[in-house]
């Protein structure tokens, strides 16, 4: 199925969690609106174009198996070459809708990129981590990355702060976003070509 034009993908965090048991039930389980990925293994402004969905929003999901540190530790890994992505908070519990049943976890982070000067320099890059906990029946482990990105704009002129911060830091996203737009742009023509012929 091609990405369709106009569709929109608004899960709530309960429906996230059905499809993410479905997954740890069953591994080869497939959705096409969530792709499966190592997703540390990418930079944030990376990510996008391996989503099957485009959107204006700028939000995309995917199915990730968490890196641990150790064999025997529940520590993730969450570092990429150009930064590493960061908890803020304590995170939050996920309750059944008209509940109070616990059903999963979710953490929120946000990507930090790494300096000349080894410091840390915030991105607009925001990634939700959504968990559920361990059962006996599970068969892999997986959580649901949401990724976001939030951009910083100026009320005159409409300027992204992220622009002047890649090239302070020496990342640039022009082509990764050109990638993107180029993309969705293919797939919008195959969706009209597709409905021309039909």
Not at 29 to 42: A, C, L, M
Not at 61 to 75: G, I, L, M, N
Not at 138 to 157: A, N, P, T
Not at 179 to 191: D, G, P, V
Request: glycine letters at 4%.
């Amino acid at each position: 199925m091609n990405s369709l034009v106009g569709f929109r993908f608004y899960p709530t965090d309960e429906e996230i969690i059905r499809l993410l048991k479905k997954k740890r039930l069953d591994p080869a389980f497939f959705v096409h609106t969530i792709k499966e990925i190592d997703f540390y293994s990418f930079e944030p402004w990376e990510l996008p174009c391996h989503s099957e969905i485009q959107s204006e929003e700028e939000v995309w999901y995917f199915f990730c198996e968490p890196d641990y540190k150790y064999a025997k530790s529940r520590r993730v890994n969450r570092g990429t070459n150009e930064g590493t992505w960061k908890k803020t908070g304590n995170g939050s519990k996920i309750k059944r809708k008209y509940s109070t049943e616990v059903i999963g976890t979710k953490r929120i982070l946000s990507f930090s990129c790494h300096d000349s000067a080894s410091k840390k320099a915030k991105t607009e890059w925001v990634m939700h981590e959504i968990a559920v906990e361990d059962d006996p029946d599970y068969k892999k482990d997986f959580v649901v990355c949401r990724l976001e990105r939030k951009r910083e704009k100026k009320m005159l002129g409409v300027v992204s702060t992220k622009r002047k911060r890649d090239e302070k830091l020496g990342v640039s996203t022009n082509d990764g976003d050109q990638s993107c737009q180029n993309l969705t742009s293919k797939r919008s023509q195959i969706a009209e070509d597709t409905t021309r012929n039909h």
